[in-house]
């Protein structure tokens, strides 16, 4: 593959640096491309971490940079080194070598029973078991889901503030009264702490990115590089802060995706204030008449 200018002034650069990229335009290859040019340059592949959102991603990810190496007559035992991981992967590794977490992830069945369980032992609801199943308890785990990916725990929820926040929100339109909604407040933080308190020594998703920048005392990585950063949520923004010496930045803000779990491009704004930013504009994957 022939190296367009673009990418080889992204492969050039020496400082912190956010690559914009359109759609189709190879973010995943001129990463890889990166990942090549420091092999070369004598950096060692265990400081190297390549971070992606999916398994898929990664997969990818790591298929692109294992066969450029090979073209390159990089030795499988040296590509082998470099770490390539979720976010998730990269914390859950970190904490289960060091002992902190047992390792054990719940999935979802356990969060749903959980909020069932403490709604019907505070008979929270006037409604029949099936109606809060099918109508009601997906809705309750979201919310629960969505606030802890911003790190929002149980103990954090101030029942007072919010009380005042439903205050100032409601309207004589919505379907429940004030009361109603103050009352739910307590049935919800309720069920939100009786899940945690099931979960004995598992740990869920939010909790290893959690337990991981509560608990990380490691070594900084000496070059990061990050794909589709437009997804990344606030947690995991705090975490990359806190294990790059150089970093590397690709995305896209036209093709955040990730909202359910807090990813935002406020976070692509963010870095892009202290990364020099480049671009990545040529697409490569349609023609110009579908484009």
Not at 40 to 66: G, H, W
Not at 185 to 194: G, S
Request: glycine residues 4%; proline residues 1%; hydrophobic residues 35%.
């Amino acid at each position: 593959m022939k190296i367009s200018d673009e990418q080889q002034a992204i492969i050039d650069s020496k400082v912190n640096t956010i690559v914009i990229s359109n759609p189709g335009a190879g973010k995943t290859t001129t990463l890889s491309l990166k990942v090549i040019d420091l092999l070369k340059n004598d950096v060692s592949p265990e400081k190297i971490l390549c971070i992606t959102y999916t398994a898929k991603a990664k997969k990818e990810m790591f298929d692109t940079i294992y066969k450029m190496a090979q073209e390159q007559g990089i030795s499988d035992s040296i590509t082998m080194k470099i770490h390539i991981h979720t976010f998730h992967g990269m914390a859950l590794d970190y904490l289960t070598n060091e002992g902190l977490i047992a390792g054990d992830i719940v999935g979802n069945n356990l969060l749903r029973y959980s909020i069932l369980e403490s709604f019907e032992a505070n008979k929270a609801l006037n409604y029949d078991q099936n109606y809060i199943i099918e109508k009601l308890l997906g809705k309750v785990e979201n919310s629960i889901r969505y606030i802890k990916s911003f790190g929002i725990t149980h103990d954090k929820i101030d029942l007072e503030k919010t009380e005042k926040i439903i205050d100032q929100t409601w309207s004589p339109t919505r379907a429940f009264s004030k009361d109603d909604l103050k009352k739910f407040l307590q049935y919800f933080v309720d069920a939100y702490k009786h899940y945690e308190a099931s979960k004995e020594d598992s740990v869920d998703y939010s909790d290893i990115l959690l337990t991981f920048k509560s608990k990380f005392e490691g070594d900084k990585f000496q070059y990061v590089l990050v794909d589709e950063i437009q997804d990344m949520n606030e947690i995991e923004a705090e975490i990359i802060e806190m294990i790059f010496e150089n970093l590397f930045l690709f995305g896209d803000s036209k093709q955040a995706i990730f909202g359910f779990q807090g990813g935002s491009t406020k976070n692509f704004q963010k870095f892009s204030q202290s990364c020099k930013p480049l671009l990545l504009s040529t697409n490569r994957r349609s023609t110009q008449e579908i484009l």
